[in-house]
């Protein structure tokens, strides 16, 4: 246990060091793990971690708040499987955009087992990069993930079978704009396909199988070009279940929102034994992301775009210490 823990509110030192431990398992763009945390004798605070935004993936910093709202949504289901309650403030003081939220556990809470199922999801969830199977995920656990983008401000839409074809156009678009912009790609080369001993970025390990041409519209090369070939049989599903996470604004308390409600979805899809990836080239390049809006309709903003379906489990990705990412006062 790192020096630096201490009691806060009704947690003891071990469950603040828990419940930290399940808020650095969230997914963030390429592992960059842009998020700090600060404990008082009260509060726990998440920040944005401004030295590990992505500039050229991520210039207006949406990931990077999706980031850090995925994991405060680990933050408080792990406290509240611990019985006690959360008082939440989201973007507490306007004049210091990096603070993110002030969670102080105080009281106590009824833990539902739909609560405890979430909470295991935390650390069961990995990204999944390889084919998964050609079987529908079933409507009732849709019907899940919808009312978890719910819970917390958000919306979650499926891509209609009729839709997908344009969608593929879209991302394929995204990819070749992405592709001929020499800052993004060496962005992506500096934090992927890691093979040393790092703490973040994404192994080689979890880039899965090299994509072929066909299916860059659902998969990033992670391995850039050094992942194993695809063998015969293992294609990439045909018709994958493509959910896209939105909000009804496009201003900072929607992205942190959007974050939370992308984790719930994911924690839901876990517990449900499905897995996941993500395909973000459609809302990093900006005219993607206004295509993808009208073709939903156009009322709302896209802010992640999840790829879901039955899959072989992915190994999980490293993460930096604790007292890297985190201070007492
Ligand atoms: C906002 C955001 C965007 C992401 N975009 C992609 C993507 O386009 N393609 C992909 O394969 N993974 C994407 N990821 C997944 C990350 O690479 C992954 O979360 C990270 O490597 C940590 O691994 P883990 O999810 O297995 O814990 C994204 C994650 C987040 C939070």
């Not at 201490?6 to 963030?28: F, H, K, Y």
């Not at 990439?236 to 939105?246: H, K, N, Q, T, Y």
Request: some cysteine; aromatic content about 4%.
């Amino acid at each position: 246990m790192t020096t630096l823990l201490r009691p806060v509110g009704n947690l003891t030192d071990g469950e603040v060091e828990s419940v930290l431990q399940a808020a650095i398992a969230a997914p963030s763009l390429h592992n960059s793990q842009p998020w700090l945390f600060r404990c008082t004798d009260r509060t726990i605070e998440l920040r944005a971690d401004p030295e590990r935004m992505l500039p050229a993936s991520d210039p207006d910093r949406r990931e990077t708040l999706l980031a850090c709202g995925a994991a405060l949504l680990n933050l408080r289901i792990a406290i509240g499987a611990l019985g006690s309650a959360v008082d939440l403030r989201l973007l507490p003081d306007p004049a210091d955009r990096d603070l993110l939220a002030i969670l102080r556990p105080e009281g106590f809470a009824r833990v539902t087992p739909h609560d405890q199922r979430l909470a295991r999801a935390i650390r069961q969830r990995h990204t999944s990069r390889r084919p998964f199977l050609d079987e529908p995920v079933p409507p009732e656990l849709c019907a899940e993930m919808r009312r978890a983008a719910r819970t917390e401000q958000s919306w979650l839409a499926t891509v209609a079978p009729a839709q997908q074809s344009r969608l593929r156009d879209i991302l394929a678009e995204a990819h070749r704009v992405q592709q001929q912009d020499p800052q993004f790609r060496a962005e992506f080369e500096a934090w992927t396909a890691r093979t040393g001993d790092s703490s973040d970025g994404v192994p080689l390990r979890s880039a899965g199988i090299r994509p072929a041409p066909q299916d860059v519209w659902t998969m990033r090369d992670f391995g850039t070009g050094s992942a194993p070939e695809r063998r015969p049989g293992k294609e990439f599903e045909s018709d994958p279940l493509v959910a896209v996470i939105g909000s009804f604004h496009d201003l900072p308390l929607a992205q942190l929102n959007a974050g939370q409600a992308m984790q719930r979805v994911l924690l839901t899809a876990t517990a449900g034994g499905l897995a996941s990836s993500f395909m973000s080239q459609v809302i990093e390049v900006p005219s993607a992301r206004a295509e993808l809006r009208g073709l939903l309709g156009g009322a709302l903003w896209p802010q992640t775009v999840l790829r879901l379906g039955y899959g072989s489990p992915a190994p999980p990705t490293p993460r930096r210490r604790l007292d890297e990412v985190l201070s007492v006062d």
